[in-house]
């Protein structure tokens, strides 16, 4: 039986999945949390966040902050940084970097929600990071939070690009 104290949650673009009554019942009941694209990381989406991670919930997000076809990894979102600093306990943040899921689901796809069962997925799961000592580092010497938010996004996008590459290795093999 599926318990919704279990699940994760997720951000989820609100001018995408908010758009009616309907969706925004669907989706909410999803555990997905509306942010605006575009906007702040001070915003009420990211705060639902941070308040989920001070109750002791999961949080999976996807740090490009958009729908990401390409198969370069773009700059990410400093908002990671933010949930892991700002977090009243310093969460462990573990890294998945997945490749074809773009081709299950294209954009221009004449259905929207089955996917193409002809594409291969590639899924690694690297090892949680620890951000406890950089915090606490950067807390006592009183370091401008902003700044300790683009150092932890840099950490984790050097964590997904390391992933990057051991898929790649392995996938040569093959």
Not at 55 to 72: A, D, M
Not at 117 to 125: G, M, Q, Y
Request: glycine share 6%; proline share 6%.
């Amino acid at each position: 039986m599926l318990r919704l104290t279990h699940m994760r949650w997720t951000m989820g673009a609100r001018e995408i999945m908010f758009k009616g009554t309907l969706d925004s019942a669907y989706f909410s009941l999803a555990r997905i949390i509306p942010v605006e694209r575009g906007k702040t990381v001070y915003q009420e989406g990211v705060n639902a966040c941070i308040d989920v991670l001070n109750n002791n919930g999961w949080v999976q997000i996807f740090p490009e902050g958009k729908v990401n076809q390409g198969k370069l990894l773009p700059r990410l979102k400093w908002g990671v940084g933010r949930l892991v600093f700002d977090a009243d306990t310093t969460p462990l943040v573990v890294p998945i970097y997945h490749r074809g899921l773009e081709k299950s689901f294209p954009l221009d796809r004449p259905t929207k929600f089955l996917p193409s069962r002809t594409s291969r997925w590639d899924i690694i799961v690297g090892d949680p990071i620890s951000f406890d000592e950089l915090v606490r580092n950067h807390i006592i010497s009183d370091t401008n939070p902003e700044d300790v938010y683009k150092i932890i996004t840099a950490v984790v996008r050097e964590k997904l690009f390391l992933l990057e590459e051991t898929l790649e290795s392995k996938t040569t093999q093959e």
